[in-house]
């Protein structure tokens, strides 16, 4: 069965601190790689990664894959407390989403 | 706003009872997906229909059913509704179905409680 891991499963930062937000997997045969936030409903998309090394960037957020160690980070610089949420990572290998556990994250002011 | 639209947002009913969940996708979108998110199980995929076709399917129990119609909205049918299948299921769309390269939108979710 294909595997997702995120760590932390949790952190609590202040305001201002960068954090980073590991994804790492099992699975060779896939896509694209998705990040998504998830505050207190629906999931909204943040990065879709199909290429490794390339970094993706949107504002003070970036994200990575490496497809040689089989990982993602997703970088998060001068957090504000706007960014307290769970910050999920999937897979994408055609036709399904399969979903790591996510990385609570809560930002103090 | 993702622009896929699910109702209702909140559903309480009993143990054995049935259920229809409704998801319209973004304008455009020919792939509807279902997933369940529950607290110990994380999100998981259910099913997906593409332009009125299933296309794939995940970890659907057999009391689970889904349909895409020709409009493209889709219907999750939960049927002997049990205790654990209490959770957050949510639809999500996209343009394409099987290239592993198009990004899923999510829809707000419809929370059940089965009592």
């Known amino acids: 069965e294909d595997k997702v891991v995120q760590s932390p499963l949790s952190l609590v930062v202040h305001e201002g601190d960068t954090v980073t937000l590991n994804c790492s997997y099992e699975v060779t045969n896939f896509r694209s790689l998705l990040w998504y936030k998830q505050e207190k409903k629906a999931p909204t998309f943040l990065f879709m990664l199909?290429?490794?090394?390339i970094e993706k960037k949107s504002g003070r957020l970036s994200s990575i894959l490496d497809k040689k160690e089989l990982f993602s980070i997703l970088n998060i610089t001068a957090t504000q407390t706007g960014d307290s949420a769970v910050y999920l990572c999937?897979?994408?290998?055609?036709?399904?989403?399969?979903f790591g556990g996510g990385t609570r994250l809560m930002v103090k002011p | 706003d993702s622009g896929v639209t699910q109702t209702p947002k909140h559903l309480i009913t009993a143990t054995g009872q049935r259920v229809t969940l409704r998801c319209s996708p973004r304008s455009g979108d020919l792939s509807v997906y279902w997933y369940q998110q529950s607290l110990d199980q994380g999100l998981q995929f259910l099913i997906q229909?593409?332009?009125?076709?299933?296309?794939a399917k995940g970890n659907i129990l057999e009391r689970f059913s889904a349909q895409q119609f020709p409009d493209l909205h889709s219907e999750l049918n939960l049927s002997s509704l049990e205790l654990g299948d209490s959770a957050l299921y949510f639809c999500?769309?996209?343009?394409?179905?099987?290239?592993?390269?198009?990004?899923?939108?999510f829809g707000p979710g419809t929370r059940l409680t089965v009592l």
């Open positions: 229909y593409y332009n009125g076709e299933e296309r």
């Open positions: 199909t290429s490794s090394g």
């Open positions: 999500a769309s996209s343009s394409g179905g099987t290239g592993g390269i198009d990004t899923q939108y």
């Open positions: 999937a897979l994408n290998a055609g036709n399904m989403l399969t």
